[in-house]
């Protein structure tokens, strides 16, 4: 393997990857990357064994050939680089003599042999998607997957493709988010549960305006635009019928300022437990009280006004659940939907200008008095 | 004509002797009291056969003149209070002026003794069953040796019931420890048929004298506790938990320098353990109360082994408190090689031997007794460095002294433990209402184990209903920290219940807490993040008992700085 890069490209090339590497690994082989001389330019792989990015950057190349070469060691020295050609080449299957200028290292590989192989993914039919829905669609749901590990579908973020639209939902079972836009995916329906780190890449690594193919072969999913790929391992359903719990007889409505509101529970929540943070919203006419009591810390009350209608309610939450809700709604004002204190809430955006629609559901805590 | 006659008093001397008297291990206590009172520094306990055959008590003390060795066998006589007055706060063992007396009746009995001012000449009392036979001169040393010799010849009814030549040695000895307990400054020997079964020389330190009656490795485990509230202190070693064990555990009260049994405080004591030891281990327990004279009233029991409190109420919370709060530090978390935890020593003997000390019965008062109660203040959440977590089940960082090491499941359970305890009393903790409630099958023993404490799964967040059959649906859950995973710590806290596994623990509560808590808690192996570990220390460290969890295992165990120093040569 021998080729000359020009410094940049290569740097360009190693953002792409090398966040992918996971920070702590037992198979010291994930430390590094794979980086392969192929006709085409050279190609940088990195993977955690659930996650596989890909990027082929232009090259000269004078000998085919691949090694993998430790990440983090890699980046630095060609972030201090000049701005220069930097040559390649390597010496026997594990050692490489990087120069640039009057600067020469040499590094320490791992035989490319060691690196793992990605079950391919065959692109002969993608879905067609925009990188803009797609990364909207992530940043408004991933968040609400589960981090707990018992019930690995929840860990996944589901991905409805639909002739005319597409759809992502996540849960942790205590809360949900759901987004759908209309989109013109072409081709068959699928649901594809993914994990969110997954996701997390393709949103990094994609420019919006950037056309993005999509294809699944057996269990695993791969996207990819220009030379950047994003393979992952699927999680295997069914995915839980979240249809059932979205509350349709919620008739108790309000709508609230939603600074005004994440304002108000920030303040009291500074009293609730560190355990459940647990407040207590009562809605009565035109104002929503808060009040937090937390024995052996004290107790916080506090008022805003809001437009309420419906018979009085009082309801208790996980105070982190609403805030981080609100965090992602994207208007000014969102709608708060109630049946009673034990039955699932809902918070949607008020006046989207945006074609895509947006819910969250929130379970209530147990209040006791 | 009647039949009451008045009981001559060789009748009346066995019946009081009864009552003092009980085994040859009560002879060897009240001996061995006199001679404190004589303000002995040394004294030697010679047995025969578990001392049915002999007792012999000698001292260097004080001794008697001729006259007063005379008076001693006779009932009442003392030389210790002189009216009812006297005996508020009596600060001597002795009192009632009955103890010679009695074993006198029971025995026959030999009193040598001699006072300075005599120049070397002596006197020597024979008694046979309480008459005195013979009254000689001899050529002694200051000092009194008083030999028992076939206890209850003459009470054969007693003898009978005299346990094997073992036990009641055992019981002999176990007399004497008491008391070398309570005085450092005075030397106790026991001699057994020739063989050397206790040997404390004088000491100021407690860890000398704990050692030379258990041996080193005991006194290692032990914790110091040093607490005051109000009028009353409370201080002397408890066993850390960990090292608490199923059998011969040791429990030594002390109220104002005087050993005394009492099980409702020894309860206290292990109740201010607060769940802290393996139910089926019992700590060992060495504590020394004191409180003003009055408030404790030392003449109720005829071998004075039990006394009454004023206010047994605060007595019983001083002591759980202040186990408690030795339990709570630092330095109670366990510790592994040398220069170590534990001993501040010399202070114990202030506490258990006030107003004991020579024989001059000063009154009992408050502050005279005690050293400034030392302040251990339980680590700050703070203070913790830099932790790390290491295997993905401990967590180490650095202290003052250090390092510091914690099991995160341990630490977890006693943190979640104490929550559980709070509201299982309090009546519930928020429940998280879930989206996708959980079905869950269970064995028909499990549905009965769960029905039976379903007020109490409910307190802690879970909201179930049968669903017919064995299956139960979870609407709503606890959720404790983001990793909980609430299917499984339902199922396997009910497989817990339905097999008895914390069974030890009586309380249903705490049993229900701790089966809960240890569920519930992440487990080893578990990687966690910064902020998780920072949070989880934070909790720790708000916990009443923060070193110890809640099946008798260490949460903390600690490298002394000193003993890397040693490793490393720098010491
Ligand atoms: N070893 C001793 N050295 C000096 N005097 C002693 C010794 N043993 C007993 N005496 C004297 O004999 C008296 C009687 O002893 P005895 O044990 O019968 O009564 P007491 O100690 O006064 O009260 P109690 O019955 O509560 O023990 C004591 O008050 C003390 O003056
Ligand atoms: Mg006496």
Known sequence: MKFTIAREQLQEGLTAVAPSVPAKTTLPVLGNLLVEATKDGVRLSATDLDVAVTTVVPAEIDSEGGVTLPARKLVEIVRELPNAGVRVSAIGDQRVQIECGRSKFKLLGIPKEEFPRFPPVKFDRPWRVTSGDLQKLIEHVAFAASTEESRPILNGVLWELRPERMRMVATNGHRLARMELPAAGGKDSADLIVPPKALEQVRRLFDPSEELEVARTDNHLGFRSGQTRVFTRLIEGPYPNYEQVIPRENDKIATVDRQMLTAALRRVGVVASDQTHRVRLAFSGGTLRFSVNTPDLGEAHDEIAVSYQGDPLEIGFNASYLLEILKYMPTDEVRLTFKAPERAATVEPVGWDDPASYLCLVMPLRLID | ?571
């Not at chain 2, 009254?135 to 002694?140: E, G, L, P």
């Not at chain 2, 004279?293 to 030392?298: F, Q």
């Not at chain 2, 251990?376 to 203070?383: C, D, S, T, V």
Request: proline share 5%.
């Open chain 2, 1 to 571: 004509m009647g039949r009451i006659v008045v009981l001559p008093d060789s009748v009346v001397d066995q019946i009081a002797a009864g009552e003092v008297v009980e085994r040859p291990a009560s002879v060897v206590k009240e001996l061995v009291e006199n001679s404190l009172d004589a303000g002995a520094s040394e004294i030697v306990i010679e047995l025969e056969a578990g001392g049915s055959s002999l007792v012999r008590v000698s001292d260097d003390g004080c001794g008697m003149d001729r006259d007063d060795a005379v008076l001693a066998i006779n009932r009442h006589a003392t030389s210790k209070i002189r009216s009812s007055r006297d005996l508020v706060g009596v600060a001597t063992y002795g009192f009632r002026g009955e103890a010679l007396a009695a074993i006198a009746a029971v025995s026959t009995l030999e009193l040598e003794t001699a006072v300075e001012e005599d120049g070397g000449v002596g006197t020597r009392v024979r008694a046979v069953a309480g008459k005195i036979e013979s009254v000689d001169r001899i050529a002694r040393r200051r000092g009194t040796a008083v030999s028992v010799r076939r206890l209850f010849f003459n009470v054969p009814a007693r003898r009978k019931f005299l346990r094997s030549l073992r036990s009641e040695t055992r019981a002999a000895v176990e007399a004497v420890v008491l008391l070398a307990l309570a005085r450092l400054d005075v030397s106790f020997r026991l001699v057994s048929e020739g063989r050397v079964l206790l040997d404390a020389p004088r000491t100021s330190q407690i860890a000398e004298r704990l050692a030379a009656l258990f041996g080193r490795r005991f006194a290692e485990e032990l914790l110091p506790v040093d607490f005051a509230s109000g009028a009353i202190s409370v201080r002397g070693f408890v066993q850390r938990p960990a090292d608490a064990r199923p059998a011969g555990r040791r429990a030594y009260l002390f109220v104002n320098g005087r050993p005394f049994k009492d099980p409702l405080l020894v309860r206290a004591a292990e109740a201010g353990y607060r769940a802290a030891i393996n139910p089926g281990c019992r700590p060992s327990i060495l504590l020394a109360i004191s409180l003003p004279g009055e408030s404790v009233d030392v003449n109720v029991h005829p071998a004075k082994l039990e006394v009454r409190f004023r206010d047994r109420f605060l007595v019983e919370r001083a002591v759980e408190e202040a186990v408690a709060r030795a339990l709570r530090p630092m330095e109670a978390a366990a510790a592994f090689g040398s220069g170590s935890v534990g001993f501040r020593s010399g202070e114990f003997m202030a506490a258990v031997a006030p107003g004991l000390s020579g024989g001059e019965a000063s009154p009992v008062t408050e502050g005279s007794l005690f050293g400034e109660a030392e302040s251990r203040a339980p680590l700050a959440p703070g203070g913790v460095g830099n932790p790390i977590q290491v295997f993905a089940t401990y967590i180490v960082f650095e202290t003052p002294d250090g390092l510091a090491i914690v099991d995160q499941h341990s630490a977890h359970e006693r943190v979640l433990y104490e929550a559980a305890m709070a509201q299982l009393k309090s009546g519930g903790a928020a429940a998280q209402h879930l989206l996708l409630p959980l079905t869950i099958e269970l064995e028909p023993s499990e549905l009965a184990a769960f029905e039976e404490h379903r007020d109490l799964f409910r307190s802690v967040g879970f909201e179930a209903e049968a669903f017919g059959g064995n299956t139960v649906v979870l609407h709503a859950v606890p959720n404790p920290h983001p990793r909980f995973d609430a299917r499984r710590c339902f199922e396997e806290l009910v497989a817990d219940l339905t097999r008895g596994r914390f069974g030890a623990w009586k309380n249903r509560l705490e049993r229900f807490a701790a089966t809960y808590a240890c569920r519930a808690a992440i487990k080893a192996g578990q990687l966690l993040e910064p902020v998780e570990i920072r949070e989880l220390l934070s909790r720790l460290f708000a916990c009443e008992l923060p070193p110890h969890d809640v099946h008798g295992r260490p949460a903390i165990v600690q490298l002394p700085r000193a003993e890397l120093e040693r490793r490393f040569g720098r010491s």
